[in-house]
């Protein structure tokens, strides 16, 4: 059962890179990875999805290295309303579980 | 394109009563899934809902359930609700059942137990 471990909090400024890392020693053959956008109040928001290596989209890319034990979503050149929580998710449905990450929250300061 | 929605927005009720809670996927999507975000305990996967039958259920007692209608919204219950119940529930949808699905969120129902 994978279990996921990520940053409480982390801290940066507008125009920076930000990289939230995600630990998952127990993921499973079959298990995607995907990280989520939350705002108070508010449903989680799909940022990006991958299995593997690297996937890029037009807000942000996901580094998975060869073992998959770990993920790195990373945001370019945040802004302010980039402030948020940011959940990796690990699993599949036909797996039985779908483990969030306790979630990260980034704040970005001007 | 509608978006997942989900009704109540908010839910008062007192321990020991029953709670329903709705949600309607976007439309084509036939998977739903229910997950629990108590403050503190992060997301936590309740059920997963696909062509109208129970697919997984995460670690919550029997007094949790749900079910799907043949529209593909669903309803979830929970029974004699207890004080620790009190959380966002938020129903997600994807188009196909599957982990590399992208699921895709409601805005939850806040439900209160007093």
């Known amino acids: 059962l994978a279990k996921t471990t990520q940053p409480i909090s982390m801290d940066s400024y507008e125009g920076q890179e930000v990289n939230i890392t995600c630990s998952h020693n127990?993921?499973?053959?079959?298990?995607?990875i995907t990280w989520y956008q939350q705002f108070p109040s508010q449903g989680p928001r799909f940022i990006i999805q991958?299995?593997?290596t690297k996937v890029t989209n037009e807000v942000a890319s996901l580094f998975i290295p060869a073992d998959r034990k770990s993920s790195t979503l990373s945001l370019p050149r945040v802004s302010l309303s980039d402030t948020a929580v940011y959940y990796c998710?690990?699993?599949?449905?036909?797996?039985?579980?779908?483990?969030f990450g306790q979630g990260t929250e980034l704040s970005v300061k001007p | 394109e509608a978006g997942v929605t989900q009704s109540p927005t908010h839910l008062i009720k007192t321990r020991g009563q029953q709670a329903t809670l709705r949600c309607s996927p976007i439309?084509?999507?036939?998977?739903v899934y229910w997950y629990q975000q108590a403050l503190g305990l992060g997301l936590q996967f309740l059920l997963w809902?696909?062509?109208?039958?129970?697919?997984n259920r995460g670690n919550f007692p029997p007094r949790f359930s749900g079910r799907q209608f043949p529209n593909y919204s669903s309803e979830l219950n929970v029974n004699a609700l207890e004080l620790e119940d009190s959380a966002l529930y938020l129903c997600?949808?994807?188009?196909?059942?599957?982990?590399?699905?992208?699921?895709?969120f409601g805005p939850g129902t806040r439900l209160t137990v007093l």
């Open positions: 997600a949808s994807s188009f196909l059942a599957g982990g590399s699905d992208t699921q895709y």
């Open positions: 127990n993921i499973a053959t079959n298990d995607y």
């Open positions: 991958g299995y593997k």
């Open positions: 998710l690990v699993g599949t449905p036909e797996g039985g579980k779908l483990i």
């Open positions: 439309s084509g999507h036939t998977s």
């Open positions: 809902y696909d062509e109208g039958e129970e697919r």
